[in-house]
């Protein structure tokens, strides 16, 4: 069965610090990645996608994702936390041969602190 | 461009009521998709729409979830009747094309419904 794991359903950061927050997925089938972040009171809005055109992606607010097909994993990172990146974030996949929904993570929930 | 709208942004009723959420697709996106997220738990796909038409409804947990979308625009999704395990937050989400795999889906609000 598909699935995507976050690790961490809470992390917390100082303001400055590197963050990571953690997806790996389970599948041969070759997958296109997602990340999207919900902020409070509002929708899911997309950070970044993977559509295999590079590994290294980079997305809005300064982050950005690695595909790594050897371990399965679409990390997220920012180089330095801000206080407005508090929020929850979701990984998501879609697979190439089931159809076109996505899996989601159980969402990481991030904490800045000041 | 207006994003993807959600009504209402709240609901609570009793067991056994009944419940219709809205959903308003962008403008021009053939593609519609509702997910639902139980507290603590990931969010899971309930069905896709082309345009009127039902294309996957393979997510849709039992019978007292009728999902429609006449006219091809705006969607309903009505629980009847509502039990307990029905309480989460439902999303729909839109997309231009469904065949390419890395196409996004733009989400709603989300609208957060509680079943007493």
């Known amino acids: 069965a598909q699935s995507v794991t976050q690790l961490g359903s809470h992390v917390s950061v100082s303001e400055g610090a590197l963050v990571l927050l953690r997806c790996n997925y389970s599948?041969?089938?070759?997958?296109?990645l997602f990340w999207y972040v919900q902020y409070p009171n509002q929708g899911l809005q997309l950070l970044l996608k993977?559509?295999?055109?590079?590994?290294l992606v980079k997305g809005i607010n300064g982050f950005e994702a690695e595909f790594k097909k050897s371990e399965t994993s679409f990390h997220l990172t920012k180089p330095s936390a801000h206080m407005s990146d508090a929020a929850e974030y979701f990984c998501a996949v879609r697979y190439s041969n089931t159809g076109n929904q996505f899996y989601f993570g159980t969402g990481t929930s991030l904490t800045v602190i000041p | 461009e207006a994003g993807v709208t959600q009504f209402p942004s709240h609901s609570v009723i009793e067991k056994g009521q009944t419940v219709t959420l809205r959903c308003d697709p962008i403008?021009?996106?053939?593609?519609l998709y509702w997910y639902r997220r139980v507290m603590g738990k990931e969010i899971k796909f309930l069905l896709h729409?082309?345009?009127?038409?039902?294309?996957?409804e393979s997510g849709m947990p039992n019978n007292r979830f009728l999902a429609e979308r006449t006219g091809g625009t705006y969607s309903t999704l009505k629980v009847q009747p509502a039990e307990l395990e029905d309480s989460g937050v439902y999303f729909c989400a839109s997309s231009q094309e469904s065949g390419q795999g890395w196409q996004t889906q733009y989400f709603g609000p989300g609208t957060r419904l509680l079943v007493l």
């Open positions: 599948s041969s089938v070759p997958p296109y």
């Open positions: 993977y559509t295999s055109a590079a590994t």
């Open positions: 403008s021009g996106h053939d593609n």
């Open positions: 729409f082309v345009k009127e038409s039902k294309q996957d």
